[in-house]
């Protein structure tokens, strides 16, 4: 799923391409991307985008009185800008729906089978602001309000950085990456933390999110982003089971659960000690190796 680093990168590239612009038509190639009636898309057919802003892991596009229309990507959800000249470049069964400006279209696409990128269009601040999941925008918040949303209940710190009523923008997989770089297990409890890991993890995880952002802007440079991604091979945890990781060279560990998983270091974040994976764990039940020494 593209998370704040990924969203604002595509934020400067439609910033740069429709605000300003007026929107001819939203064409839906899949009826079931819109998630609203009233308003309809044609109520912001002609009208000029005045801004763009992110709201959580949504995109917004903003028309006068009030109007807004906001992209969920979810997981497989991508944006696509073509020109007139350009053909689309992916196959039409990927394609939701047509954003269509004089100067080019933002095509809305979504891989695999299962729809869950969704398209809305809002009437009023207040009905945006209900789209709000309410967690602090981490490169916006203070030490202390970092610290009261992460502990505002006892969970892993993997589950709290994910959650959006505690934190804005933050998903799979730069969760691992802050951790992994604050030295932190994913399943130390919130409330236990110390007050120097709690800052320690407050400055990580801004100077990782701002560090990737730095980084997409440069691979985008004034293109636009074509290849998000949750999968970097610069990263150093997530989605590098079993690579060495970069600070140690001790393989990278996962826990897998439902339809994710966790990526860390056991040498690095978590004193050579292996977490247990709730699926394998359970098969292995006394067989489970508990340091890496064990496991190999």
């Not at 800052?199 to 998000?228: C, N, Y």
Request: charged content about 25%; glycine content about 8%.
């Amino acid at each position: 799923m593209p998370e704040l680093p990924d969203l604002v990168v595509y934020l400067d590239a439609l910033n740069a391409r429709v605000v300003g612009q007026t929107l001819r038509q939203v064409r839906l190639a899949n009826p079931f991307v819109l998630r609203t009636v009233e308003p309809s898309p044609a109520d912001v057919h002609g009208r000029i985008v005045r801004g763009m802003r992110r709201v959580g892991k949504r995109l917004v596009f903003e028309f006068d009185d009030e109007l807004f229309l906001v992209l969920h990507l979810m997981i497989a959800g991508r944006l696509r800008w073509r020109t007139s000249s350009q053909k689309p470049g992916v196959g039409p069964k990927m394609i939701l729906a047509f954003l269509e400006f004089d100067s080019g279209t933002v095509l809305f696409t979504e891989a695999g089978s299962t729809k869950r990128a969704s398209l809305h269009v809002i009437k009023g601040e207040a009905a945006l602001r209900a789209l709000d999941r309410g967690g602090v925008e981490p490169l916006e918040t203070t030490r202390d309000e970092f610290v009261d949303a992460l502990t505002r209940e006892n969970h892993t710190l993997k589950r709290a950085l994910t959650d959006p009523r505690l934190f804005s923008g933050i998903g799979n997989a730069y969760s691992d990456e802050i951790l992994h770089r604050a030295r932190l297990s994913p399943m130390q409890l919130t409330r236990a933390l110390t007050p120097d890991a709690a800052s320690r993890l407050f400055a990580v995880t801004q100077t990782t999110l701002l560090d990737w952002i730095a980084r997409l802007r440069a691979d985008a440079g004034a293109g636009f982003p074509e290849h998000v991604t949750a999968f970097r091979p610069d990263m150093a945890v997530h989605g590098r089971f079993g690579q060495p990781c970069p600070d140690c060279g001790a393989p990278v560990q996962r826990i897998v659960y439902a339809t994710n998983e966790c990526n860390y270091c056991a040498i690095c974040q978590n004193g050579g000690k292996l977490l247990a994976d709730r699926a394998l764990s359970r098969l292995l039940k006394s067989d489970w190796p508990r340091t890496l020494d064990d496991w190999q």
